[in-house]
T-cell receptor, first 112, second 114 residues
Framework: QQQVKQSPQSLIVQKGGISIINCAYENTAFDYFPWYQQFPGKGPALLIAIRPDVSEKKEGRFTISFNKSAKQFSLHIMDSQPGDSATYFCAARPNSGYALNFGKGTSLLVTP | DVKVTQSSRYLVKRTGEKVFLECVQDMDHENMFWYRQDPGLGLRLIYFSYDVKMKEKGDIPEGYSVSREKKERFSLILESASTNQTSMYLC?????????????FGQGTRLTVV
């Protein structure tokens, strides 16, 4: 079963708007939470990641917010641009594990 | 730059064929992974390997096997391809580098079984 639940499945945002994608997990052994970005015809690439000892991490227009007690984390894309149109995956990995557990993905379309 | 290379971008195979998907990484990474990507299902782990000749089943190993004879190469084998294995297959690798280890992905192999 999916260990990381991601929503929404698809998202349409106007240029300049804020895109928000949410993820939730149950396994308290997870301690690494990355977001991957995938453009058509390409493999996923790491966008930004967070560990549970911080509540927020910002890199440019991309911010992860992390709520450990609620077991939720989200990606915020500020000033969304058409070039941000892609599929976004949240993921989680346990501290003793090797493999990432991925959400089902969110297809983001930023309209001009 | 880390590079993960999958040998084929597109493959068309017939039902019942034995299919080999090859993946090579050039950064001396210890861990390698095969994922399957389907619309609405995200990325699901098929198998992974943490060392040469070592392998572990992921979430959906049925119908697949893997081989890792050299550190840089990880092969996914479909013993007898079926139409429900039509999918995008993604290879990834990571180093044994601590808790923030980034996974690097290949560009994927789109396999169609007819």
């Amino acid at each position: 079963q999916q260990q990381v639940k991601q929503s929404p499945q698809s998202l349409i945002v106007q240029k300049g708007g804020i895109s928000i994608i949410n993820c939730a997990y149950e396994n308290t052994a997870f301690d690494y939470f990355p977001w991957y970005q995938q453009f058509p015809g390409k493999g996923p690439a790491l966008l930004i990641a967070i560990r549970p000892d911080v509540s927020e991490k910002k890199e440019g227009r991309f911010t992860i917010s992390f709520n450990k007690s609620a077991k939720q984390f989200s990606l915020h894309i500020m000033d969304s641009q058409p070039g941000d149109s892609a599929t976004y995956f949240c993921a989680a990995r346990p501290n003793s594990g090797y493999a990432l557990n991925f959400g089902k993905g969110t297809s983001l379309l930023v309209t001009p | 730059d880390v590079k993960v290379t999958q040998s084929s971008r597109y493959l068309v195979k017939r039902t019942g064929e034995k299919v080999f998907l090859e993946c090579v990484q050039d950064m001396d990474h210890e861990n390698m992974f095969w994922y399957r990507q389907d619309p609405g299902l995200g990325l699901r782990l098929i198998y992974f390997s943490y060392d040469v000749k070592m392998k572990e089943k992921g979430d959906i190993p049925e119908g697949y096997s893997v081989s890792r004879e050299k550190k840089e190469r990880f092969s996914l084998i479909l013993e007898s391809a079926s139409t429900n294995q039509t999918s995008m297959y993604l290879c990834a690798s990571t180093t044994e580098g601590g808790p923030n280890t980034e996974a690097f992905f290949g560009q994927g192999t789109r396999l169609t079984v007819v």
